[in-house]
């Protein structure tokens, strides 16, 4: 009959009502949270920042500018300008002179940018020329703009890089030994034999130059 009750509609639109608000706040709750953490990560509080690079390899070796060069007898090995290379001769200086074996980059007439750390290898290095009835005696000393740490290196691989500076003068011609010229291309091939057993055994080369200390051809 027409005086029965109709079921009341307003609650389960209420309900609807309710679960549409719970929905909408947790969105904004979690659309809040996602860019606080991305400000948090943008403005530096969390992860070092957007400008946060990798993480610098403490066994890197270091430049050294001169400004922070050792006093000779103060640590250096074996010769003036043993000073170590610390952290602020980044940037493209220190680039640059890991794309060349370490070599330091020149800066104008003032000299080279960094301090050089000298080392005079034990013992004289003696060998057969090429195709030639003559032996070369030579002292090496070599020089880095690096820190200690490539000399350490060096040392390590003692015996390494002594053979290939045997074989690099085993491959040497009598007019390399008897001229200038050659004997500065001589030096460029050490440099190079040296670097690619560091590279080898550590990762890392860092030579920059070889010296003679001594020169006998017989």
Request: aromatic share 6%.
């Amino acid at each position: 009959m027409s005086d029965k009750p109709e079921e009341p509609a307003p609650k389960k639109k209420g309900k609807m009502k309710k679960i549409l608000v719970a929905v909408l706040g947790a969105g904004i709750l979690i659309g809040g949270g996602v860019g606080a953490g991305l400000y948090a990560a943008g403005s530096g509080l969390i992860g070092g920042g957007a400008h946060a690079g990798p993480a610098e390899d403490p066994n890197k070796p270091k430049l050294v500018p001169k400004s922070e060069q050792k006093h000779a007898g103060e640590g250096g090995e074996g010769g003036e300008g043993g000073g170590e290379h610390g952290g602020g001769g980044e940037g493209e200086g220190e680039a640059a002179a890991s794309e060349n074996h370490g070599a330091p980059t020149p800066a104008g007439s003032g000299g080279e940018k960094f301090a050089s750390n000298y080392y005079a290898m034990e013992k004289d290095f003696t060998s057969n020329l090429q195709e030639s009835v003559h032996v070369v005696q030579v002292g090496v000393a070599v020089s880095t703009p690096y820190d200690d740490k490539v000399i350490t290196n060096l040392k390590t691989n003692d015996i390494a890089v002594r053979s290939a500076i045997l074989m690099a003068l085993g491959d040497t011609t009598e007019d390399q030994v008897f001229s200038s010229d050659g004997k500065k291309l001589l030096q460029k091939r050490l440099v190079a034999a040296i670097n690619q057993v560091l590279k080898e055994k550590e990762g890392f080369g860092g030579i920059s130059n070889v010296y003679f200390t001594n020169f006998v051809v017989q």
